[in-house]
């Protein structure tokens, strides 16, 4: 909850019926099983994590297993490598993604995708000046694309990234797919891992 639009995830993850908790300080961190890193400005959210002491013991939880979800400036963030970014993010999904790959504020759109996984028929997507996930590399996976080859969500594991905002759509299948990755998580967490109460 350092910027973007985490109470618009808050919101989605309340009508799934899941406590939440906004994440400030390493702190916050303590008892969680797992975490989104919302849209917004991937820049300002790695300087952020940085001068919040939030950088590291997030990647020593994710390292562990911690679940995680990046969501268009959250799936930069997430990246092992960010063009244009000017620091470093948590850098610890197998992915290569490049920032407003799209264009402009103006060049948003909304479009359907099919995720396997998810069931239902394809999730409305929306991209608002958004990236694109142009490598994936092992043990990473693409999730989904656009009809022309641009990959717009990967997994690797316990980690999503996804370049569309999920939030911002009254369907709740993305956070609920996310759920399952984190009961998961959880199940397979090592030994003094929090596990979900």
């Given at each position: 909850?350092l910027?973007g ?7 989605v993850l ?7 908790r ?5 702190a ?10 919302p849209?917004?400005?991937s820049?300002t ?18 390292d ?8 268009c ?29 799209f ?7 909304e ?5 396997p996984?998810i069931?239902?028929g ?5 991209f ?5 996930i142009?490598?994936?590399d ?17 997994r ?19 956070h609920?797919y996310f ?5 998961a ?13």
């Open positions: 909850a910027q639009d985490f109470e618009e995830h808050a919101h309340n009508r799934l019926s899941v406590e939440v906004e994440v400030r300080t390493a916050d961190l303590n008892g969680l099983t797992g975490l989104i890193i849209g917004g400005e820049t959210i790695t300087r952020l994590l940085a001068a919040c002491d939030l950088m590291e013991p997030l990647r020593r939880r994710i562990d297993g911690f679940a995680v979800m990046g969501t400036a959250g799936a930069i963030v997430l990246a092992q490598y960010a063009a244009g970014l000017d620091r470093p993010g948590v850098e610890r999904m197998a992915i290569s993604v490049r920032r407003n790959a264009g402009r504020q103006r060049d948003s759109f479009t359907d995708i099919d995720i996984g069931a239902g394809p999730v409305h997507a929306v608002i000046r958004a990236p694109v142009e490598r994936v092992p043990p990473a996976e693409v999730l989904a694309s656009l009809p022309d080859g641009r990959i717009v969500a990967a690797q594991g316990h980690m999503i990234a996804l370049a569309f905002h999920p939030e911002l759509t009254p369907d709740t299948r993305v609920a759920l399952r990755v984190v009961d998580s959880v199940g397979a967490a090592p030994e003094g891992v929090a596990h979900r109460a």
